[in-house]
């Protein structure tokens, strides 16, 4: 009997100790595969409209994201970097409006898998595509 007091006095301080160091943004940084770097480079730039800058760092290609404030992330070709249809999903910013950036996906090489669908008033929208590569990933918007 004094074992599970004991126990559950412990799960009692590991709940406080939970809620104190609580993680706010589970998302810091994120990588986008690619086999062809260029290829992967220019589906996002026309995508996007905007411009990524390119490097070459112990024999990976990264092309950085443009991103002032937030998350940043990166486009990666190399060993190791595969494309992928599963896995995680991650949800890019749509912007105001995630069909401004939908609509570009087929020309720019890659295939909408769901369109803009919506999620509820408080969620917004979100769809589904392919990239050049061939990552699933996501968009969403509050419109």
Known sequence: MGST?????RIKEANLLKQQSQVKNFVTWFEIPAYNHYRSVAFY??????EITSV?????????????????GAIVTGNGCVPSETGPLI???GGDDL???????N??????VMGKTFLSESAGYFALFIDSEGNRLALHSKH
Do not use: H, Q, T, W
């Open 5 to 9: 007091v004991n126990l559950k006095k």
């Open 45 to 50: 730039n026309y995508i996007y409209g905007i």
């Open 56 to 72: 070459e760092l112990n024999g990976f290609a990264m092309g950085f994201f443009p991103a002032e404030n937030g998350i940043g």
């Open 91 to 93: 949800y890019l910013n």
């Open 99 to 105: 069909n401004d950036v939908l609509s570009k996906v």
């Open 107 to 112: 020309e720019a090489g890659g295939r909408v």
